[in-house]
């Protein structure tokens, strides 16, 4: 799999780059550009988009799993934030299947600064759905 296959609408958004996999870990590596408009009075990352960052490459560590037939359709999502995640930082998030089912999946990822100080951790519990096409909505 390649990163124009684990493009998704949400990417620009989230602005990420870089997505490799490593099937014998089943571990995806994005990493993200974090911009203003990510953050709040603080200069943090306001907590859902961590959340987002976080649930984008736990989803891509399935997808890759699955040779992008599948994706993850999230049932419960758990984070931690550990640290502040600032404007203008690259962040690199760490997502990894730890066991994919028929019915029901665990993932788990984590966000490092690059010099790879943890700022969140979360897990993920899913069920497996088909992968949607692009410009097929889920929608009704």
């Not at 958004?13 to 089943?26: H, P, R």
């Not at 603080?42 to 960052?53: E, H, S, T």
């Not at 490092?112 to 951790?121: P, W």
């Not at 899913?126 to 949607?132: D, G, M, R, V, W």
Request: net charge negative; hydrophobic share 40%.
């Amino acid at each position: 799999m390649n990163e124009t296959d684990m493009s998704s609408p949400h990417s620009a958004l989230l602005c990420s780059s870089g997505f490799e996999y490593d099937e014998d870990t089943c571990t995806a590596t994005i990493r993200f550009e974090v911009r203003p408009e990510m953050t709040t009075w603080r200069g943090g990352v306001q907590g859902g988009l961590v959340a987002g960052y976080l649930d984008d490459v736990m989803g891509y560590a399935y997808v890759a799993m699955t040779g992008g037939e599948q994706a993850p359709l999230n049932l419960d999502i758990n984070m931690t934030l550990l640290q502040l995640i600032p404007v203008g930082a690259t962040i690199i998030g760490k997502g990894r299947v730890v066991r994919a089912g028929r019915r029901v999946i665990f993932l788990e990822g984590e966000l490092l600064a690059e010099d790879g100080t943890v700022l969140a951790r979360s897990t993920s519990t899913a069920i497996p759905t088909p992968k949607p096409q692009p410009g097929e909505s889920l929608a009704r």
